[in-house]
């Protein structure tokens, strides 16, 4: 799962296993750190990028079993390098992480969907990825799926947060998406939802969607407490694109999420998930 995306689906629920929520904590505050320093403050480009080459070197150290020199970042490393050791975990989904944090301190334009999706599958997928090599799932069918889950979340994070990234001066929806629909920089600026926005969200939207069904089925095939943490996410996504339509796609004015009765409506469907996938 993308890691904007912890704030409507908790980390190390309850519904996780007691033996997961150690290393699934330190995947989280690794990934959460790192994303903080690309994106929080008011730091220069230059310096982000060279914090976040000290996360790569602590990163490889950690990965080969050594001490982190870096005091600062010591303590969130030995405790990574713990659950890499402890769950053979792959070490390319973390760098896959830094790249892209590192992609968004100077990219705040993409030219079209493959250009996006490229981006998702290093800042999204690999979150999603680890979890699967720590429930010992990592099947080439369930990767795929993780991974089409975890890019639809961090799509529909996009629908949610146009005025949000605007304000940072990124922009995460396709230019030719945009220039199909009739959109412009000053359209968002302006907060205008017009017919032509609420085409272009609309798209977007059954995008995510799609992604999100096509990846739906794993939460089946994982077992127990696993699937049904995934299924509540899985639901959650699903729940909070109904909410952007339901506001005529006005993600300006009020940011759709998840309140407290969308959690009942949420436990019922996941009953019910069959129907869902």
């Not at 997961?20 to 790192?34: D, G, Q, T």
């Not at 402890?86 to 992609?103: E, S, T």
């Not at 979150?127 to 010992?136: E, S």
């Amino acid at each position: 799962m993308p890691v904007d995306h912890y704030e409507n689906f908790p980390v190390a629920s309850l519904l996780l296993p007691p033996r997961l929520r150690e290393p699934v904590e330190a995947i989280y505050a690794f990934a959460r750190s790192a994303d903080d320093v690309a994106d929080e403050g008011d730091a220069p480009a230059v310096a982000r990028l060279a914090r976040l080459h000290d996360y790569r070197l602590a990163l490889e150290a950690c990965a080969r079993g050594e001490v982190v020199r870096d005091e600062s970042l010591a303590p969130m490393f030995a405790r990574l390098g713990r659950a890499i050791a402890a769950h053979a975990l792959p070490v390319q989904p973390f760098r896959d992480l830094l790249g892209a944090f590192a992609q968004d301190v100077g990219k705040t334009r993409y030219r079209n969907f493959a250009e996006l999706r490229d981006y998702c599958r290093r800042s999204a997928d690999p979150v999603g990825r680890l979890l699967l090599h720590l429930y010992a799932a990592a099947t080439p069918e369930n990767l795929r799926r993780s991974d089409a889950v975890c890019t639809s979340l961090q799509l529909i994070n996009f629908c949610q947060d146009v005025g949000v990234d605007w304000r940072k001066q990124r922009i995460y929806l396709p230019q030719d998406d945009m220039a199909r629909f009739e959109i412009t920089e000053g359209d968002i600026d302006a907060g205008r939802c017009d017919a032509r926005w609420q085409a272009l969200m609309a798209f977007e939207v059954q995008r995510a969607r799609a992604m999100m069904l096509d990846g739906a089925p794993l939460a089946l095939a994982l077992p127990g407490r696993i699937g049904w943490e995934l299924r509540l996410i899985v639901l959650g996504g699903l729940r909070i694109l109904e909410r952007i339509e339901a506001a005529g796609y006005d993600v300006f004015r009020r940011r759709p999420v998840l309140v407290r009765p969308d959690w009942l409506r949420l436990g019922w469907r996941a009953l019910n998930y069959r129907n869902t996938a």
